[in-house]
């Protein structure tokens, strides 16, 4: 089904990365799934996903097909965003190493491929207060390491040694991990229900 009046519509960044598991996601939890590859793509969306993949060929990739102001002016207009892992790091104010930021939007600093070679693909269980009890499975694949998180950010959940691996700063949540790959859908159904809604915490 398509433009359905009541759904919200919810963006996928569909440069490069793992696209399809976040559409199935979005529309396990009510919304429309709309594949950005375009700046008209983003007309009219209730919110968009940065999805993982490779962050450096994403970043030249929102710059070839002309992204990056379209949608930084949705982000500074209130418009709700999810980065997860690649998606994170275009985030992040800053990046350890030296990368220029994308869309300095969250009050972090990230190191790429950060937990090193021996946990490059781990998984771990959760615990994210803000979705509830029961833990989160997360999947991480090659995953930021979040090296610092000032201020203006808060802290969803850590991983098991401490290091944070989810923030949540006005509309925009961020996760190191990979939550589209789970069949839990809770941190997608956060960010519907921030759509249409009052920043709870000012950006
Ligand atoms: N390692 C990737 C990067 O630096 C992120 C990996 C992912 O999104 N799964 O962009």
Redesign the pocket.
């Known amino acids: 089904m398509t433009d359905d009046p009541r759904r919200p519509r919810i963006g996928v960044l569909a440069v490069q990365?793992?696209v399809r598991p976040h559409v199935e996601a979005i529309r396990a939890v009510g919304g429309e799934p709309i594949e950005v590859r375009l700046p008209r793509d983003l007309v009219d969306l209730d919110a968009l996903i940065l999805?993982?993949?490779?962050?450096?060929t994403?970043r030249k990739l929102i710059d070839a097909y002309g992204l990056r102001e379209p949608i930084a002016s949705l982000a500074r207009g209130g418009t709700p965003l999810l980065g997860?892992?690649?998606?994170m790091?275009l985030l992040a104010e800053r990046i350890a190493d030296g990368d220029e930021p994308v869309f300095p939007l969250l009050d972090l600093e990230v190191r790429?491929?950060g937990y090193g070679r021996q946990l490059d693909s781990f998984e771990a269980d959760l615990d994210v207060p803000a979705l509830g009890e029961a833990p989160l499975h997360g999947v991480f694949?090659?995953?930021?390491f979040v090296t610092d998180v000032g201020p203006r950010a808060e802290v969803l959940a850590r991983d098991p040694d401490g290091t944070p691996v989810a923030v949540r700063q006005g509309r925009i949540l961020a996760t190191a991990f990979?939550p589209e790959l789970t069949d839990d859908t809770r941190l997608h159904r956060l960010l519907l229900e921030m759509v249409g809604r009052g920043a709870g915490h000012p950006a």
């Open positions: 990365g793992a999805p993982g993949g490779e962050s450096t994403m997860t892992c690649a998606g790091i790429r491929n694949i090659r995953a930021p990979h």
